[in-house]
C-alpha cells in the first residue's frame, strides 16, 4: 500500500511541470535557459513503470506543456518517444541506478525533444520570416539540454531512490 501511495504523490508531482517552466529559477539556468523539466520528471517514471506507461506520462506532460505554449509547435511527439524509448531501456535494468547514465540520458533525450520542436517550427513555420538554421535557436537547445544533463543525475536520483525503490531498512 505504501508504494502505492508513493507512486501516487509521483503523479501528483508532475503539476509541479508547468509551474516549474513557468518560473524558470534564475540560479537553474544557463545563459538565461532552463532546464527542461519535464524531461526531468518522465526519465525516472518511465525507467521504472515501462514503455507504455512511460509514453502516456509524456502524452500527459506534452498536454500540460502545450497547455502554457502559444506557439505552433508541440512537445507531444518528443515527450511520447522519449518515454517510450526510456521505458524501453528501463527493462534492461543495468542502466536504471547509474547516475551517469541518467545525465547522458537526459541530456540526449532533452537534445532530441528540443530538436524535434525545432524541426517542427521549420515545417509548419512561417517560411518568409525563418531562416534554416538559426544560431539562438541552436544555442537554446544546446543550453537546456546541458541543464538537463547536470540536473538529471542528482533530482532523477532522488525521485529513483524516494518513490520507486524499497527501504533496504525492513
Known amino acids: 500500500m505504501r508504494k502505492n501511495q ?22 537553474l539556468s544557463l545563459l ?4 527542461r523539466w519535464a524531461e526531468l520528471w518522465l526519465l525516472p ?3 521504472y513503470q515501462g514503455p507504455i506507461a512511460g509514453m502516456f506520462a509524456g502524452f500527459c ?11 505552433i509547435n508541440t512537445q507531444l511527439p518528443a515527450l511520447m518517444l522519449l518515454g517510450y524509448f526510456w521505458g524501453c531501456l528501463g527493462q534492461k535494468k543495468e542502466y536504471i541506478d547509474k547516475p551517469f547514465s541518467l545525465g547522458l540520458f537526459a541530456l540526449f533525450g532533452s537534445f532530441l525533444s528540443g530538436l524535434l520542436v525545432w524541426f517542427q ?11 534554416l538554421f538559426n544560431k539562438w535557436a541552436f544555442q537554446t537547445i544546446l ?11 542528482f533530482l532523477c536520483q532522488l525521485c529513483i531512490r524516494t518513490f520507486f525503490q524499497r527501504n533496504s531498512r525492513n
Do not use: C, H, R
Open 61 to 71: 506532460l506534452g498536454m500540460m506543456g502545450d497547455a502554457i505554449n502559444l506557439g
Open 143 to 153: 543550453a537546456g539540454s546541458v541543464m538537463t544533463g547536470f540536473l538529471a543525475p
Open 121 to 131: 517550427e521549420i515545417v509548419f513555420g512561417n517560411i518568409n520570416d525563418f531562416v
Open 45 to 47: 517514471w518511465a525507467l
Open 32 to 35: 538565461g535557459v532552463g532546464p
Open 6 to 27: 508513493k507512486k501516487s504523490f509521483y503523479q501528483v508531482l508532475a503539476l509541479l511541470v508547468p509551474f516549474l517552466t513557468l518560473i524558470n529559477p534564475p540560479y
